[in-house]
């Protein structure tokens, strides 16, 4: 997986960006920016997560595009949304949040597969 690095939209992050700021104790504030450290390094590891897991199924795009296969596979799918069930029930994550998340990701692939399969007919790969 690629690493992280300082582009220009992490330098100009402010972690402490808050409209809380004022409205309460110090204290409190030092507690939740201390937690929010930690949410912020789960984001940013969701989003290269993400990037690796959309590189893949691009590859699946062109192949699918080469072999004229269509986009979606709904057995490849339900068999997906088991397992994932099963592990986000392992580990504490509401199932029913699971399987919306991994359908709103695979709506987006068969989308880029579908854009993949269009380019490759117009560009005559199918002839
Ligand atoms: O494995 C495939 O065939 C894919 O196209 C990838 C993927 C996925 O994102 O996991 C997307 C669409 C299919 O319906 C099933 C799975």
Redesign the pocket.
């Known amino acids: 997986m690629s690493e992280p690095n300082l582009n220009e939209s992490t330098q100009t992050f402010d972690p402490h960006a808050s409209s809380l700021q004022g409205e309460v104790q110090q204290e409190v504030l030092d507690e939740l920016f201390s937690i929010r450290g930690s949410i912020d390094n789960f984001d940013a590891q969701l989003v290269y997560l993400l990037a690796e897991r959309f590189k893949a ?1 691009q590859r ?2 062109h192949l ?1 595009a080469t072999h004229q296969l269509p ?4 057995n ?2 339900k068999a ?1 949304i088991e397992r994932l069930r099963s592990l986000a029930h392992e580990a504490h994550l509401d199932p029913e949040f699971a399987e919306k998340f991994l359908n709103f ?2 709506s987006e ?2 989308r880029h ?1 579908q854009h993949i399969s269009d380019s490759h007919k117009s560009n005559g790969a199918d002839a």
């Open positions: 199924t699946v795009g699918k986009p979606s596979d709904p490849r799918e997906q990701i695979i692939v068969i597969h």
